[in-house]
């Protein structure tokens, strides 16, 4: 159990790094495979030993070898943080079908998190080829009820389109097709949890970015880190917090 956890955990910070490429180099319509990984200083072309995950931006402190320009702290915390989901997923699933789906959710969730953080936006062609994957995923893997991806689809496009008309524009496109695609593997239920988490976490954000200066007032931030943190805890931790819950209004 040890080493099939240790070697999620390697496959983790391989894809996160892979991840890390596909969010920033798709939403200006790059290949994802060539060129090879540069310095976006200097533009030399990362050797093998520059393409560990984590471990090459500990050994190099954070700096390009060639130029010793700072990088991003993001890269190796992504990284991290795909290793450390995936094996979530599979502590939590174990050895069931269920856990593909817990590793596609990850995934799509940490490649638009790196395009919200660059870009502000979330590439729709990431959308639609994960669409695609959990069409297929929750044919093999079926909800319990049969309809709850299409109802979940539809809860969770409804409510944030809605929320877009109200807000006039304060819910970006790419936050409603993401919440009808999430519908479609979490369904209804879990679904709406997330949306409630995904709010709560935004709230938190933004009032913690506003007291340490970091987010001006009225200003727009990405919304989709928020979105990976509520989807996430909703996903993994629904019934234990649906019981938690109950337990506290029966009081
Ligand atoms: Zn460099």
């Known amino acids: 159990m040890f080493f099939v956890t240790l070697y999620i955990f390697t496959i983790g910070l ?19 495979v060539t060129p090879r990984s540069a ?8 050797r093998a030993k520059e393409l560990v995950p984590v471990l090459s931006y500990m050994w190099q402190r954070g700096k390009c070898a060639n130029c010793r320009t700072k990088i991003s702290s993001l890269y190796p915390c992504m990284e991290l943080l795909t290793g450390l989901l995936f094996v979530v997923s599979f502590l ?4 069931q079908g269920e856990t593909a789906i817990a590793i596609l959710l990850v995934s799509l969730f940490m490649i638009i998190t ?8 979330i590439p729709n062609r990431v959308l639609v080829f994960f669409f695609c994957l ?11 009820l049969w309809y709850d991806s299409l109802l979940g689809m539809a809860v969770g496009f409804g ?21 009808a695609v999430l519908g479609y593997v979490l369904g209804w239920k879990v679904v709406l949890l997330s949306f409630f988490l995904s709010t709560l976490a935004g709230a938190i954000g933004g009032s913690v970015g506003l007291l340490i200066g970091r987010v001006k007032r009225g200003e727009t931030m990405p919304f989709g880190p928020y979105i990976m943190v509520g989807t ?20």
Not at 114 to 121: G, Q
Not at 232 to 251: Q, R
């Open 14 to 32: 391989i894809f996160g790094s892979f991840f890390n490429v596909v969010g920033l180099r798709v939403p200006n319509g790059q290949s994802i």
């Open 39 to 46: 310095c976006p200083a200097c533009h030399h072309t990362l």
């Open 92 to 95: 939590l699933f174990g050895f």
């Open 114 to 121: 790196v395009s919200d953080l660059a870009y502000m936006l």
């Open 134 to 144: 959990f069409v297929v995923g929750r044919f093999i893997v079926p909800p319990t």
């Open 159 to 179: 409510l944030l389109y809605v929320i877009a008309v109200v807000s006039r524009g304060g819910m970006g496109g790419g936050d409603i097709k993401l919440y």
């Open 232 to 251: 996430l805890i909703a996903y993994f931790f629904y019934t234990p917090i649906i019981n938690w819950y109950m337990n506290l209004v029966n009081l």
